[in-house]
Nanobody, 124 residues
């Protein structure tokens, strides 16, 4: 079992930056693929980015390419989402998720463990 805790959310002006962290406890998740998803009010949960367990493969949604970067620190058992050039449409609750497997997927149904989420609000 893996417990995930997100942090780093907050209120930022458009054009600003935030770094989200996803810390794992319970056991190391160094062999799990990890993804970030977000959900805005009234909308479905959508894929943002994911990273393979070796960190060599990543996928990002078109809406965040060039602005968001996913990375992982094995020593800290943490995955990060660096978000730059934030837009009001990035406002959402951001969730990290891990899956039992090394392959990366964009579908949330492929993930087995979820954090509680962290709110990101971008003002115009």
């Amino acid at each position: 079992q893996v417990q995930l805790v997100e942090s780093g959310g907050g209120l930022v002006q458009a054009g600003g930056s935030l770094r989200l962290s996803c810390a794992a406890s319970g056991r190391t998740f160094s062999r799990n693929a990890v993804g970030w998803f977000r959900q805005a009010p009234g909308k479905d949960r959508e894929f943002v980015a994911c990273i393979s367990w070796l960190g060599g493969s990543t996928i990002s949604a078109d809406s965040v390419k060039g602005r968001f970067t996913i990375s992982r620190d094995y020593a800290k058992n943490t995955v990060y989402l660096e978000m730059n050039s934030l837009k009001p449409e990035d406002t959402a609750v951001y969730y990290c998720a891990a899956r039992e497997g090394t392959l990366i997927f964009s579908a949330p149904t492929r993930y087995d463990y979820w954090g509680q989420g962290t709110q990101v609000t971008v003002s115009s």
